[in-house]
């Protein structure tokens, strides 16, 4: 009886570690500002932006939120936005319009300013199952910035 | 006696409407627009030229000042225009054309310009193409304070429209141009508005600033200096220099908002403290605002 406890015992904790192994080593994408400014005019910006994710969809969507993000917090060198378009301290902004980002983000509203989306490789995998793709994404900036305008999240042109 | 008193009540509420509130017409509910800045677009002209032929004469300097104009609007902001301006003048022959550099700042005075943008267009011909650059500087025009430099190039062409080189010249840097003076307008707005003060005596008055004043018998430079350190926008000021007859603060930042009412600040008001600053040291003084300058006269 005392072995038959024991066993479970030790299966219950082989489980346990089974578990957390498992945890650690799943997919956690990692935040990255890998976008290149490519052309800009009238208002819009072209960069090449990398997306990771479990497929296309995925990783282009990631791709295009990683445009936005860089537009918006680090700003683009080489193009017209190179300051951040509301600053470079993403957390406190978040946190100032909490409702805003959710929409933006989670509710996918950040699409509406990408004119266009276009893979320029195909889904490449890496080591760990990650698999990446470079995507040339189009954003309405003017579009964008008169957004946050309106929103109140930045000043408008002026004091 | 009560109907007395019911009757009166609303006359004195009328009465109080007009004594202590805003005008009912124009009363906006306590709502405060921040004042915003006029800026006007000018071309730049080289010392004897005559701005008026230099705009009329040539369009490639129309065109580049209507391309940036066309920027500012872009961004919702509506600038003070030259052309109007230079017209109105004509008017009312404000200007002679014998001293240029005097016209071109009275044209800036008599719009009420914060900041002016100015814009240099240089044609540059060659065998491997034509080219149009641009240098667009903007600057607060009572301080002198540089808001944003910036050099557009149109690139070369093998095309004889200048035109089009101008005005693709300003869009290869306008927007870079306005992020730069919107960054600089937000220190404005989270640092303060540089203002000049300039402090000088009356040919008649009997003190300096060398003299002792105030109850503490402190140097009359000392007692402007330690009023400045407590009324600066954050304790911002710049003193350029102090001689017995004179002292000049050339940077001092003052809040565009009223601290205590949330009601526009400007240097009128800044002025007012000073003014009261004075009059308790026992010192008479006259003032004088223009634009973002003060001159204060000890008497």
Known sequence: MKVMKLNSGVK?????????LMINCSYKPIPTAEVNFLTGKDGTITMRAIGVGTNIDDATND?????????????????????????????????????????????????????????????????????????????????????????NIIRKFGF | MRYLTLLLLPSFSCFLNFAICQNPSTNSAGQVITVQPKIMAIPYTKEGEDLRTILEADENKRIALTKVKEGFDSRGFTTVDFVAKLKAAKDNNIFTSENQ?????????????????????????????????????????????????????????????????????????????????????????????????????????????????????????????????NNAFKNNYHLQ?????KMIFDDVRIPLKDQATGNNYNPNKFAL?????????????SRNIKGSTIYLTIK
């Open chain 2, 241 to 245: 220099g102090t001689t017995d007859l």
């Open chain 2, 101 to 229: 550099s005097d016209i071109k700042s009275q044209i800036i005075d008599m719009s009420g310009a914060d900041v002016y943008v100015q814009s240099e267009v240089i044609v540059e011909k060659g065998q491997s193409g034509n080219s149009v650059k641009l240098i667009l500087t903007a600057y607060e025009a009572s301080t002198g304070n540089s808001l944003s430099n910036k050099v557009g190039e149109s690139g070369k062409f093998y095309t004889d429209d200048f035109n089009k080189l101008a005005s693709k010249a300003v869009e290869n840097c306008i927007e870079d141009f306005l992020n730069t003076i919107q960054e600089k307008f937000s220190d404005i707005v989270n640092n303060g508005k540089s203002i000049i003060i300039d402090i000088s005596f009356d040919s008649n008055s009997e003190y300096t600033m060398s003299s002792e004043i105030g109850s503490e018998g402190l140097l009359l430079s000392d007692e402007i200096e330690m009023w400045m350190e």
């Open chain 1, 12 to 20: 219950t904790i082989a489980i346990m570690i089974y578990i957390t």
């Open chain 2, 273 to 285: 403290e000073m003014h009261k600053f004075f009059r308790g040291l026992g010192l008479q003084i």
């Open chain 1, 63 to 151: 791709a295009e939120n990683n445009a936005i993000n860089v537009l918006l917090f680090r700003g683009l060198p080489g193009s017209d936005q190179k300051v951040a378009l509301i600053g470079t301290n993403e957390a406190e902004e978040k946190n100032k319009h909490p409702e805003y980002f959710n929409n933006l983000y989670k509710g996918k509203r950040y699409k509406t300013f990408v004119m266009s989306s276009i893979p320029t490789t195909d889904l490449i995998k890496h080591k760990g199952g990650k698999k990446s793709i470079a995507v040339d994404i189009k954003v309405n900036v003017a579009a964008l910035r008169k957004d946050l305008e309106q929103n």
